[in-house]
């Protein structure tokens, strides 16, 4: 009950916030530019279209009014239309979310995998040289230019050894769509080929979105150990005598992981963040290329609604984080 | 059938439907394993295909080989071919072009091309504003088309232009009734189109997908004709990254790439057992606008200055390793009305300082460098190092073409320099001189709002008459007015360093176009 | 006593010396570079040459060199780290304050807010205000203090609640201190070590965001040595040119594992309530 109760609190928390964002966009896109009609008739248009525009979005309406037909536009689905490809923008953006996500959770994944043993590791060996060489590339991971080390693997793995693929997210063309995830697909279809193609094209990208989230799991996990030995909870069990191992596995590794748990929101708001830059240097054809190549082509509307998509589905992957653990967390329980 | 044309995203029921229609299906049984195919790798991706929406030569592939024109440009130098069309007439006056087109031409529908189409297809780059638009524009009146019977069609046009059978090269005909089934909103089916394909061209679309490219397949029933060994699929990716591009041509991943890499790159492919390598002088110069309208720029001291300043053998020679070759004027050298005689500015500082000291109210200038364009912003660099030198301070912006592109045609807003390519759309001196520097064309396409009514006359005069021994003695004589007052800094004409694999036999190279007109590439069996 | 601490600590010591660098090579760029006029200036004949005794750290596409070029990107870096974490401060920091000090529909608002800029990915609001307002150093800063403002007011927020009922704010109060003063004399000397080390670690944070933001192309226009437009522009040359790229990167490394360092040993010293070694993440 109790639960459901902090369950139904989130969500009811989830309209005034996107609300919120879209208030915020808005104001970037309708109140700082001198002229939006202007910018977002695109530079090309004539005095003429731009008026046109003008009156067909009611730009010189009040901004209240403005708001409400802005807001209606959204919750009818409608982000507007490229200014350079005249397709509705939603279309391009639904069509690359696959990649976007595939990528962040192959990365979310790995960096799990590296995170959270080196966090307990480290909080194992607390101050000794182990830990202190696990906190100093931590520091490392969080400081570097992402769009920097890509490259530096690139120049390694894919221009020197040869062993990846420079950029891109296959070879041609993906597998039979079902998931729109090209590992997930082609496992589905059996085609262990592509499979293998699709696995080698996702390596770099992911490592390099990994890197920085698993620095940022290892603090949170050596934390999180690190609270728990010291817990009188630990202290009372090997009091009794259970074997430090026990100890370690059942309830010290617990504790951690629900601890990394409630982190995985802002690791993956920062993937999902990061993903901009990650695929302008992979040319991976998701959301975070679609922003690049507005960005070279002024198209402000694709902008816009790359922001406000970006921002819900990062708002709405929270919630999701945030019920889940929820439920996950025997305290709450 | 969905297992070899996988859905995909949202272009699925587009690449499907067009499928159908083709009756392609048939063509991909494994019986036609042996299928030769050839992977371009471009540098732009190809997010759009309406024809009519494009304009770049970097996305010409999307035009060329899924449309056709009534006019297209082959070879090098480029000769203009009638295309679609059978016969012309010309009212004595120029004005009244009547065409008749081939028979039997046949989209990729099977529906035969009528002269209703090319009615459509002319109104709908007037409508659009978009793409070759410009071209059009001053010439022809929107509802002034008409299809006299199903083969005739006739333009008028509202002043003599002698580049009109040129600039038809430009005018893709589409599908006009497939179009019209799906407009949506009066948008002359703008948003379907941008993801699918109504032409009639050597090759038909099979997929489409804006984050990675498209696939074509041969059109068996394309009116030209098919040689003996033609390439049966055709694919077009855009690749971003320079390195990968290069990359994936010496492991044979890609056929080729675009023809323009920067020199180190361009080394390493040469050196590679497994590339033939293609060079060509391309008819594109680069060359600065000067935005004369904004004082004190409008001083011809103040332009020599500037044109003095630049340093043109560091930039053609060491920046760009010698990949491109000076051109002294706008037209470019191989183009016929560039005087071979003609003089350039060069990098002499003392003349430079001289000229810089009889203008007054000298000021900071602005260039505005096209964002992304590595050359454009490095030739940006290279004038603001030469200015420093004669003590002129100049303050570089890095601007997307696009946000540059409209600025060009508002004389209040534009920079005062911008480093960029003419290219060729049409060759013909006009796309150089009388489109770029008649002041008639202000807000147009003359972006220096340069005024010189000797200049205004030529270009004028070279329009009428068609004779192009008569024309070639006018623009020469343009060209040496322009390099005389300085009109704007005018530095390289490109080279197209084409890379190909090994088994590519022979291009066919047309500056217009480079060599992305598959139906012209032959490979070994 | 407090000083030997300081030395003691080692995150402190590093992060002291590698940020003190940075400054010293932003006011000595001028002499400490080899070809200081490589600023705006180059040598079209050095160009794309690989690290040498004449070129330290090899040249660029222009035949600028690297080294120096570096050494004046040092303080753009600090002009944007400084104004642009500055200005976020000069927001967050009020609003966090009157948040917290006072109750009601007003100060919720205010965090609302704030917790809906922290909903959005910061580089993203940040490409969107920068694209709007155009390429340039001053619109960069605009759009990161705008997008980092909140960090500060959350974190004054949560402190200021904590501080409200001490002791020596009821004493304040009670000799009829004005809000603003309690507020400005009581509260904030309380609270400034944590604001300290949040504006130190925060500068590594935009310094990064800075150069992605100069990576995309919506930084500094050249030939500004702005180290992330650096990184950028070597794309194209790789992988012969490796050392082009690999320079700036290990600067920017440099600099934010600097201020990360600092933040986290000035948290020792300044915020006894965090225990050594554990930290909250960030």
């Given at each position: 009950?109790?639960?459901?109760?902090?369950?139904?609190?989130?969500?009811?928390?989830?309209?005034?916030?996107?609300?919120?964002?879209?208030?915020?966009?808005?104001?970037?896109?309708?109140?700082?530019?001198?002229?939006?009609?202007?910018?977002?008739?695109?530079?090309?248009?004539?005095?003429?279209?731009?008026?046109?525009?003008?009156?067909?979005?009611?730009?010189?309406?009040?901004?209240?009014?403005?708001?409400?037909?802005?807001?209606?536009?959204?919750?009818?689905?409608?982000?507007?239309?490229?200014?350079?490809s005249?397709?509705?923008?939603?279309?391009?953006?639904?069509?690359?979310?696959?990649a976007?996500?595939?990528?962040?959770?192959?990365?979310?994944?790995?960096?799990?995998?590296?995170?959270?043993?080196?966090?307990?590791?480290?909080?194992?060996?607390?101050?000794?040289?182990?830990?202190?060489?696990?906190?100093?590339?931590?520091?490392?991971?969080?400081?570097?230019?992402?769009?920097?080390?890509a490259i530096?693997l690139q120049l390694f793995f894919s221009m020197t050894l040869g062993v990846t693929p420079v950029q891109g997210r296959i070879d041609g063309w993906g597998p039979?769509?079902?998931?729109?995830?090209y590992?997930?697909?082609?496992?589905?279809?059996?085609?262990?080929e592509t499979?293998g193609k699709a696995?080698r094209y996702l390596i770099l990208p992911?490592?390099?979105?990994?890197?920085?989230?698993?620095?940022?799991?290892?603090?949170?996990?050596?934390?999180?150990?690190?609270?728990?030995?010291?817990?009188?909870?630990?202290?009372?069990?090997?009091?009794?005598?259970?074997?430090?191992?026990?100890?370690?596995?059942?309830?010290?590794?617990?504790?951690?992981?629900?601890?990394?748990?409630?982190?995985?929101?802002?690791?993956?708001?920062?993937?999902?963040?990061?993903?901009?830059?990650?695929e302008t240097v992979f040319s991976w054809p998701?959301?975070?290329l679609?922003?690049y190549n507005?960005?070279l082509q002024?198209?402000?509307?694709?902008?816009?609604?790359?922001?406000?998509?970006?921002?819900?589905?990062?708002?709405?992957?929270?919630?999701?984080?945030?019920?889940?653990?929820?439920?996950?967390?025997?305290?709450?329980? | 059938?969905?297992?070899k044309f996988p859905?995909l995203?949202?272009n699925?029921?587009?690449a499907?439907?067009g499928l159908?229609?083709t009756?392609l299906?048939?063509m991909h049984s494994p019986a036609f394993a042996a299928r030769q195919k050839f992977v371009t790798a471009n540098n732009n991706p190809y997010d759009l295909l309406d024809p009519h929406q494009l304009f770049d030569i970097g996305r010409i592939a999307v035009r060329l080989n899924m449309y056709d024109a009534l006019t297209r440009w082959v070879d090098n130098p480029p000769r203009l071919e009638n295309w679609l069309?059978?016969?012309?007439?010309?009212?004595?006056?120029?004005?009244?072009?009547?065409?008749?087109?081939?028979?039997?031409?046949?989209?990729h529908?099977?529906?035969?091309?009528?002269?209703?189409?090319?009615?459509?297809?002319?109104?709908?780059?007037?409508?659009?504003?978009?793409g070759a638009?410009?071209?059009?524009?001053?010439?022809?009146?929107?509802?002034?088309?008409?299809?006299?019977?199903?083969?005739?069609?006739?333009?008028?046009?509202?002043?003599?232009?002698?580049?009109?059978?040129a600039v038809l090269s430009e005018l893709w005909v589409?599908?006009?009734?497939?179009?019209?089934?799906?407009?949506?909103?009066?948008?002359?089916?703008?948003?379907?189109?941008s993801k699918s394909e109504?032409g009639s061209g050597g090759y038909a679309l099979r997929r489409y997908d804006p984050a990675i490219g498209f696939q074509t397949a041969r059109f068996e029933g394309h009116f030209a004709g098919w040689g003996k060994n033609p390439i049966d699929d055709a694919e077009f990716r855009g690749v971003l990254e320079t390195a990968t591009r290069v990359l994936g041509v010496m492991k044979g991943e890609f056929n080729t790439t675009d023809g323009y890499l920067p020199a180190e790159q361009m080394a390493r492919m040469k050196e590679n057992p497994n590339i033939k390598t293609w060079e060509a002088e391309s008819i594109r110069t680069f060359y600065?606008?000067?935005?004369?309208?904004?004082?004190?720029?409008?001083?011809?001291?103040?332009?020599?200055?500037?044109?003095?300043?630049?340093?043109?053998?560091?930039f053609n020679n060491k920046i760009l390793s010698g990949t491109v070759v000076r051109n002294?004027?706008?037209i470019p050298n191989p183009m016929w009305?560039a005087?071979?005689?003609?003089?350039?500015?060069?990098?002499?500082?003392?003349?430079?300082?001289?000229?810089?000291?009889?203008?007054?109210?000298?000021?900071?200038?602005?260039?505005?460098?096209m964002a992304g364009y590595p050359q454009s912003e490095q030739a940006?660099?290279?004038?603001?190092?030469?200015?420093?030198?004669?003590?002129?301070?100049?303050?570089?912006?890095?601007?997307?073409y696009?946000?540059?592109?409209?600025?060009?045609?508002?004389?209040?807003?534009?920079?005062?320099?911008?480093p960029l390519w003419r290219s060729a759309y049409f060759a013909d001196?006009?796309n150089w001189?009388?489109?770029?520097?008649?002041?008639?064309?202000?807000?147009?396409?003359?972006?220096?709002?340069?005024?010189?009514?000797?200049?205004?006359?030529?270009?004028?005069?070279?329009?009428?008459?068609?004779?192009?021994?008569?024309?070639?003695?006018?623009?020469?004589?343009?060209?040496?007015?322009?390099?005389?007052?300085?009109?704007?800094?005018?530095i390289n004409n490109t080279k197209f360093h084409g890379a190909f694999t090994k088994n590519v036999k022979s291009i066919r190279f047309c500056p217009i176009g480079d060599a992305q007109d598959v139906r012209w590439i032959e490979m070994q069996g | 006593?407090?000083?030997?601490?300081?030395?003691?600590?080692?995150?402190?010591?590093?992060?002291?010396?590698?940020?003190?660098?940075?400054?010293?090579?932003?006011?000595?760029?001028?002499?400490?570079?080899?070809?200081?006029?490589?600023?705006?200036?180059?040598?079209p004949?050095?160009r794309l040459?690989?690290?040498?005794?004449?070129?330290?750290?090899?040249?660029?596409r222009?035949?600028?060199?690297?080294?120096?070029?570096?050494?004046?990107?040092?303080?753009?870096?600090?002009?944007?780290?400084?104004?642009?974490?500055?200005?976020?401060?000069?927001?967050?920091?009020?609003?966090?304050?009157?948040?917290?000090?006072?109750?009601?529909?007003?100060?919720?608002?205010?965090?609302?807010?704030?917790?809906?800029?922290?909903?959005?990915?910061?580089?993203?609001?940040?490409?969107?205000?920068?694209?709007?307002?155009?390429?340039?150093?001053?619109?960069?800063?605009?759009?990161?203090?705008?997008?980092?403002?909140?960090?500060?007011?959350?974190?004054?927020?949560?402190?200021?609640?904590?501080?409200?009922?001490?002791?020596?704010?009821?004493?304040?109060?009670?000799?009829?201190?004005?809000?603003?003063?309690?507020?400005?004399?009581?509260?904030?000397?309380?609270?400034?070590?944590?604001?300290?080390?949040?504006?130190?670690?925060?500068?590594?944070?935009?310094?990064?965001?800075?150069?992605?933001?100069?990576?995309?192309?919506?930084?500094?226009?050249?030939?500004?040595?702005?180290?992330?437009?650096?990184?950028a522009e070597s794309r194209e040359f790789l992988p012969q040119a490796w050392?082009y790229a690999?320079?700036?990167?290990?600067?920017?490394?440099?600099?934010?594992?600097?201020?990360?360092?600092?933040?986290?040993?000035?948290?020792?010293?300044?915020?006894?309530?965090?225990?050594?070694?554990?930290?909250?993440?960030?």
């Amino acid at each position: 009950m109790r639960i459901l109760v902090l369950a139904l609190r989130r969500i009811a928390w989830m309209p005034p916030t996107l609300l919120g964002l879209i208030a915020i966009v808005f104001t970037i896109s309708r109140i700082i530019p001198a002229d939006p009609a202007r910018v977002i008739a695109g530079e090309n248009a004539s005095p003429a279209q731009v008026e046109a525009l003008r009156q067909k979005f009611g730009l010189d309406l009040p901004l209240m009014q403005q708001f409400m037909r802005y807001l209606r536009d959204i919750v009818n689905g409608d982000l507007g239309i490229s200014l350079y490809s005249q397709r509705p923008v939603v279309e391009d953006l639904l069509g690359r979310l696959a990649a976007t996500f595939e990528l962040a959770i192959a990365a979310m994944c790995l960096a799990i995998m590296i995170g959270v043993p080196l966090g307990v590791v480290s909080a194992l060996h607390r101050n000794r040289w182990l830990d202190q060489v696990i906190r100093l590339a931590t520091m490392a991971g969080l400081a570097m230019a992402a769009f920097w080390l890509a490259i530096l693997l690139q120049l390694f793995f894919s221009m020197t050894l040869g062993v990846t693929p420079v950029q891109g997210r296959i070879d041609g063309w993906g597998p039979d769509q079902i998931t729109g995830f090209y590992t997930i697909d082609a496992l589905i279809n059996g085609d262990g080929e592509t499979f293998g193609k699709a696995l080698r094209y996702l390596i770099l990208p992911t490592a390099t979105l990994a890197i920085p989230a698993a620095a940022t799991i290892v603090r949170f996990t050596r934390a999180g150990v690190l609270n728990a030995l010291s817990s009188n909870f630990v202290f009372y069990q090997t009091a009794m005598g259970l074997p430090r191992r026990t100890i370690i596995w059942k309830y010290i590794l617990r504790s951690a992981f629900i601890g990394t748990l409630t982190q995985i929101g802002l690791v993956f708001g920062n993937l999902l963040a990061g993903a901009v830059v990650i695929e302008t240097v992979f040319s991976w054809p998701g959301l975070g290329l679609f922003a690049y190549n507005s960005i070279l082509q002024s198209d402000y509307n694709a902008i816009m609604a790359f922001t406000l998509f970006t921002g819900s589905v990062f708002i709405v992957v929270n919630l999701l984080i945030d019920i889940a653990q929820t439920l996950l967390d025997p305290r709450t329980r | 059938m969905t297992g070899k044309f996988p859905p995909l995203t949202i272009n699925r029921r587009a690449a499907l439907a067009g499928l159908s229609a083709t009756g392609l299906v048939g063509m991909h049984s494994p019986a036609f394993a042996a299928r030769q195919k050839f992977v371009t790798a471009n540098n732009n991706p190809y997010d759009l295909l309406d024809p009519h929406q494009l304009f770049d030569i970097g996305r010409i592939a999307v035009r060329l080989n899924m449309y056709d024109a009534l006019t297209r440009w082959v070879d090098n130098p480029p000769r203009l071919e009638n295309w679609l069309i059978e016969k012309v007439t010309i009212s004595p006056d120029g004005k009244v072009y009547t065409f008749v087109i081939k028979q039997n031409v046949k989209f990729h529908d099977g529906t035969v091309m009528t002269s209703a189409d090319v009615v459509y297809s002319m109104e709908r780059i007037l409508a659009l504003k978009k793409g070759a638009y410009g071209l059009f524009k001053d010439v022809i009146e929107p509802g002034t088309t008409k299809a006299l019977d199903p083969r005739t069609v006739q333009f008028t046009l509202t002043k003599p232009f002698a580049v009109f059978m040129a600039v038809l090269s430009e005018l893709w005909v589409v599908n006009s009734a497939l179009v019209k089934k799906n407009e949506k909103n009066g948008d002359w089916g703008a948003d379907w189109l941008s993801k699918s394909e109504a032409g009639s061209g050597g090759y038909a679309l099979r997929r489409y997908d804006p984050a990675i490219g498209f696939q074509t397949a041969r059109f068996e029933g394309h009116f030209a004709g098919w040689g003996k060994n033609p390439i049966d699929d055709a694919e077009f990716r855009g690749v971003l990254e320079t390195a990968t591009r290069v990359l994936g041509v010496m492991k044979g991943e890609f056929n080729t790439t675009d023809g323009y890499l920067p020199a180190e790159q361009m080394a390493r492919m040469k050196e590679n057992p497994n590339i033939k390598t293609w060079e060509a002088e391309s008819i594109r110069t680069f060359y600065f606008i000067i935005n004369h309208w904004k004082a004190p720029l409008n001083d011809v001291n103040m332009r020599k200055a500037l044109c003095y300043a630049f340093d043109y053998d560091g930039f053609n020679n060491k920046i760009l390793s010698g990949t491109v070759v000076r051109n002294n004027g706008i037209i470019p050298n191989p183009m016929w009305g560039a005087p071979k005689d003609l003089q350039g500015y060069t990098y002499d500082l003392d003349k430079a300082k001289y000229h810089l000291s009889q203008v007054k109210n000298v000021r900071p200038l602005q260039i505005g460098a096209m964002a992304g364009y590595p050359q454009s912003e490095q030739a940006a660099q290279m004038l603001q190092a030469g200015c420093a030198k004669i003590g002129l301070e100049v303050k570089i912006v890095s601007e997307p073409y696009t946000t540059i592109a409209p600025k060009l045609n508002d004389r209040e807003r534009a920079h005062d320099l911008i480093p960029l390519w003419r290219s060729a759309y049409f060759a013909d001196p006009h796309n150089w001189t009388g489109f770029l520097f008649n002041s008639s064309n202000f807000d147009a396409g003359n972006a220096s709002y340069y005024k010189n009514p000797r200049v205004d006359e030529l270009c004028n005069k070279a329009l009428i008459i068609t004779d192009q021994d008569q024309r070639r003695v006018m623009y020469e004589e343009v060209s040496r007015i322009l390099v005389e007052d300085a009109a704007g800094i005018f530095i390289n004409n490109t080279k197209f360093h084409g890379a190909f694999t090994k088994n590519v036999k022979s291009i066919r190279f047309c500056p217009i176009g480079d060599a992305q007109d598959v139906r012209w590439i032959e490979m070994q069996g | 006593m407090r000083m030997r601490r300081l030395f003691r600590d080692r995150a402190l010591l590093i992060g002291t010396v590698i940020i003190s660098i940075l400054v010293l090579v932003a006011v000595f760029a001028g002499p400490l570079a080899t070809f200081p006029d490589h600023v705006t200036g180059f040598d079209p004949n050095h160009r794309l040459k690989a690290p040498g005794w004449q070129f330290l750290l090899g040249t660029d596409r222009m035949g600028a060199d690297i080294y120096s070029r570096l050494l004046f990107g040092a303080r753009l870096t600090i002009l944007i780290a400084v104004t642009a974490t500055g200005t976020a401060v000069i927001i967050g920091v009020p609003i966090g304050l009157i948040a917290g000090y006072f109750d009601g529909w007003a100060s919720e608002a205010l965090m609302r807010v704030s917790d809906i800029f922290l909903a959005v990915p910061q580089i993203v609001l940040a490409i969107a205000i920068a694209q709007t307002l155009g390429p340039n150093i001053q619109n960069v800063i605009l759009a990161l203090s705008v997008t980092y403002w909140p960090f500060w007011a959350r974190l004054v927020y949560a402190e200021t609640r904590s501080q409200r009922n001490e002791v020596y704010v009821e004493a304040a109060k009670a000799m009829g201190a004005s809000p603003l003063r309690i507020m400005v004399m009581h509260i904030l000397p309380n609270i400034a070590g944590s604001i300290i080390v949040r504006t130190t670690i925060g500068m590594g944070a935009t310094i990064l965001a800075a150069a992605s933001l100069g990576f995309l192309g919506l930084g500094a226009p050249p030939p500004a040595p702005e180290w992330g437009r650096m990184i950028a522009e070597s794309r194209e040359f790789l992988p012969q040119a490796w050392w082009y790229a690999t320079a700036p990167g290990i600067a920017i490394l440099m600099v934010v594992m600097g201020f990360n360092l600092l933040g986290d040993g000035l948290r020792d010293v300044l915020d006894p309530r965090i225990r050594r070694g554990g930290g909250d993440g960030r």
